[in-house]
């Protein structure tokens, strides 16, 4: 997907005794999502999908696969994307465009909005923030609005387009009433392994987002029909005049200010097309004297979205609070600030946290720890004396044996691997600094002054 950056000047408010501590940097912007003038589906395209669905109905008629009620009321879907198990975020999508209400005259969707383009016939899901990233790990999918009978399958073609190119992966699903959706731009090879002709539940695994076929990034592309072929919008609104009422079993609302997910970086993260030009550089695990960036990430940011952020300390004290208001509108946006873990910055596990429209979100991360090694708080282990200009250390409070010492420098990298006797770690190798003693067997790490 082809993105421009925007920046722009946000109020910012630093609440309490914690105001003279500033940022050293911060930015960030709308994340702009491109359309193109093929619509995702060319005309051409189009007709012919609908000519092979019409073909394979009559198939599955005659083979007694296909049964109707005829009741539309029947038909309300759910949320057609979901975060796949090992995806924590808050959320992972936003909106880019709604059915073009108007083709032949001015842009206009289902709220008599912007929110669409020149004769788009879907809604387009896009995945957001780090869309390629979600692609390769298969974090985001497709899953069905409604029940109904796989009618059509694509598959095998490829995924990673920036631009209109091709055919797309898709899956065809036919309602009880008739009515038929259709899930665009899917990874290749993800698809479920249901055949033509076997029935799919409400919420059941279609594929995975991904950009196949004319699409110009990650994004589901959901185009549905009623039982007599005419385009539906399903979304409820003044200018729908496609049909009058809902087809979603929750309607969200037009703009939803929601926060996708907030992470911390070890450097300006990159945003591109297609995976190669896209790097987040994520980072939980930071040491002293290192910069780190705390980025929350938006979609549908609205004039007056407030915000509240904290950074709290391992023994959860605030050490930074502030807050933001946003002035103007995104349909995806990211915001970030730039820190240092100056050499008195408490060890342990810190915390990220963001309050939005009732949303408190967290995230977790480090400094002064090992990766993946955490910090114990039971606080039991000591060294003595601390700091020390000697040439042994004592260390207190040991519950068991001990297999090893590691002892790590502030860039994270092991200085020392030992074993002591009867409590006394030999230092005499090691230059003045601050060190990280990590005791194996009690999982704890200790700070170590040598001066």
Same mark, same amino acid.
């Given at each position: 997907?082809?993105?421009?950056?925007?920046?722009?000047?946000?109020?910012?408010?630093?609440?309490?005794?914690?105001?003279?501590?500033?940022?050293?940097?911060?930015?960030?912007?709308?994340?702009?999502?491109?359309?193109?003038?093929?619509?995702?589906?060319?005309?051409?395209?189009?007709?012919?999908?609908?000519?092979?669905?019409?073909?394979?109905?009559?198939?599955?008629?005659?083979?007694?696969?296909?049964?109707?009620?005829?009741?539309?009321?029947?038909?309300?879907?759910?949320?057609?994307?979901?975060?796949?198990?090992?995806?924590?975020?808050?959320?992972?999508?936003?909106?880019?465009?709604?059915?073009?209400?108007?083709?032949?005259?001015?842009?206009?969707?289902?709220?008599?909005?912007?929110?669409?383009?020149?004769?788009?016939?879907?809604?387009?899901?896009? /995945?957001? #923030?780090?869309?390629?990233?979600? %692609?390769?790990?298969?974090? *985001?999918?497709? =899953?069905?609005?409604? !029940? +109904?009978?796989?009618?059509?399958?694509?598959?095998?073609?490829?995924?990673?387009?920036?631009?209109?190119?091709?055919?797309?992966?898709?899956?065809?699903?036919?309602?009880?009433?008739?009515?038929?959706?259709?899930?665009?731009?899917?990874?290749?090879?993800?698809?479920?392994?249901?055949?033509?002709?076997?029935?799919?539940?409400?919420?059941?695994?279609?594929?995975?987002?991904?950009?196949?076929?004319?699409? /110009?990034? #990650?994004?589901?592309?959901?185009? %549905?029909?009623?039982?007599? *072929?005419?385009? =539906?919008?399903?979304? !409820? +609104?003044?200018?729908?005049?496609?049909?009058?009422?809902?087809?979603?079993?929750?309607?969200?609302?037009?703009?939803?200010?929601?926060?996708?997910?907030?992470?911390?970086?070890?450097?300006?993260?990159?945003?591109?097309?297609?995976?190669?030009?896209?790097?987040?550089?994520?980072?939980?695990?930071?040491?002293?004297?290192?910069?780190?960036?705390?980025?929350?990430?938006?979609?549908?940011?609205?004039?007056? /979205?407030?915000?509240?952020?904290?950074?709290?300390?391992?023994?959860?004290? *605030?050490?930074?609070?502030?807050?933001?208001?946003?002035?103007?509108?995104?349909?995806?946006?990211?915001?970030?600030?730039?820190?240092?873990?100056?050499?008195?910055?408490?060890?342990?596990?810190?915390?990220?946290?963001?309050?939005?429209?009732?949303?408190?979100?967290?995230?977790?991360?480090?400094?002064?720890?090992?990766?993946?090694?955490?910090?114990?708080?039971?606080?039991?282990?000591?060294?003595?004396?601390?700091?020390?200009?000697?040439?042994?250390?004592?260390?207190?409070?040991?519950?068991?044996?001990?297999?090893?010492?590691?002892?790590?420098?502030?860039?994270?990298?092991?200085?020392?691997?030992?074993?002591?006797?009867?409590?006394?770690?030999?230092?005499?190798?090691?230059?003045?600094?601050?060190?990280?003693?990590?005791?194996?067997?009690?999982?704890?790490?200790?700070?170590?002054?040598?001066?």
């Amino acid at each position: 997907m082809k993105h421009i950056f925007f920046f722009t000047i946000l109020t910012l408010v630093l609440n309490g005794a914690n105001a003279q501590r500033e940022p050293l940097s911060s930015g960030g912007g709308e994340y702009v999502i491109e359309t193109t003038e093929d619509k995702c589906l060319s005309d051409i395209d189009r007709a012919a999908i609908q000519r092979r669905l019409e073909i394979s109905r009559m198939k599955l008629e005659a083979e007694g696969k296909l049964n109707f009620s005829g009741d539309r009321e029947e038909v309300q879907f759910i949320w057609p994307v979901r975060n796949a198990a090992e995806l924590n975020w808050n959320s992972s999508y936003g909106i880019s465009a709604h059915v073009d209400q108007d083709p032949s005259a001015d842009v206009l969707d289902y709220e008599c909005s912007f929110k669409t383009y020149g004769g788009h016939f879907g809604t387009d899901i896009f /995945t957001w #923030p780090y869309p390629w990233y979600l %692609v390769d790990n298969d974090l *985001v999918e497709v =899953v069905a609005g409604f !029940e +109904g009978v796989i009618i059509e399958k694509d598959d095998g073609f490829e995924d990673d387009h920036c631009e209109c190119i091709g055919s797309w992966n898709a899956v065809y699903v036919q309602h009880a009433d008739g009515s038929v959706a259709w899930y665009g731009h899917m990874k290749k090879g993800s698809l479920t392994t249901k055949a033509i002709g076997e029935t799919v539940n409400q919420g059941e695994y279609l594929g995975i987002v991904a950009s196949s076929g004319c699409s /110009t990034g #990650p994004h589901l592309h959901l185009e %549905v029909y009623d039982a007599d *072929v005419q385009l =539906v919008d399903p979304y !409820e +609104g003044t200018c729908n005049s496609l049909n009058a009422d809902t087809w979603w079993l929750d309607q969200k609302p037009h703009w939803d200010p929601t926060i996708n997910t907030i992470l911390t970086h070890d450097a300006l993260p990159e945003h591109g097309c297609p995976s190669y030009n896209e790097n987040p550089h994520f980072q939980d695990y930071f040491f002293h004297g290192d910069i780190f960036y705390t980025v929350a990430y938006f979609h549908d940011a609205i004039p007056g /979205t407030y915000t509240n952020y904290r950074i709290l300390t391992p023994d959860g004290g *605030v050490w930074i609070e502030w807050s933001i208001i946003n002035d103007t509108y995104y349909n995806a946006s990211w915001t970030y600030w730039t820190w240092i873990f100056t050499i008195d910055s408490p060890v342990g596990e810190w915390t990220f946290e963001a309050t939005c429209e009732g949303d408190v979100l967290t995230h977790h991360f480090y400094c002064g720890v090992y990766a993946g090694v955490e910090e114990e708080k039971t606080n039991q282990l000591t060294i003595f004396p601390n700091p020390t200009n000697q040439n042994l250390v004592q260390i207190g409070g040991l519950t068991q044996p001990v297999n090893a010492i590691s002892i790590f420098d502030l860039t994270g990298k092991i200085v020392s691997q030992t074993t002591i006797e009867a409590g006394i770690l030999d230092v005499s190798n090691l230059a003045k600094g601050i060190y990280f003693v990590q005791v194996q067997a009690e999982n704890e790490l200790i700070k170590l002054v040598i001066n």
